[in-house]
């Protein structure tokens, strides 16, 4: 059987063709362990909330603005590139 290795087509037993594949490691199992305690400390107790991103209004108006740039551009370009295609069309007939 032919593999290639760097680059190079080579020829090898298939016992070695196992040991060329690339293999999942068996997978390392952890365990929790308590930690131990240290002299003097606090333990800072805080609720946590989950926020969205800040939707500022400025925000919004620029994306408005640059959605309608990016709309006018595509929409005056769409006529040019259909005459040019046109023009193209009829050069090779």
Not at 64 to 74: E, H, K, P, R
Request: without cysteine.
């Amino acid at each position: 059987m032919l593999t290639s290795v760097g680059g190079f087509a080579i020829s090898a037993p298939a016992f070695m063709l196992k040991r060329l594949a690339m293999t999942r490691p068996q997978p390392t199992r952890l365990r929790e362990a308590e930690a131990a305690p240290i002299d003097d400390t606090k333990v800072i107790d805080a609720r946590f909330k989950v926020i969205g991103r800040k939707r500022r209004f400025a925000h919004m108006i620029w994306r408005g603005l640059v959605t309608i740039f990016w709309a006018a551009l595509i929409g005056f370009m769409i006529p040019p590139a259909l005459v040019a295609f046109d023009y193209l069309r009829d050069f090779f007939r």
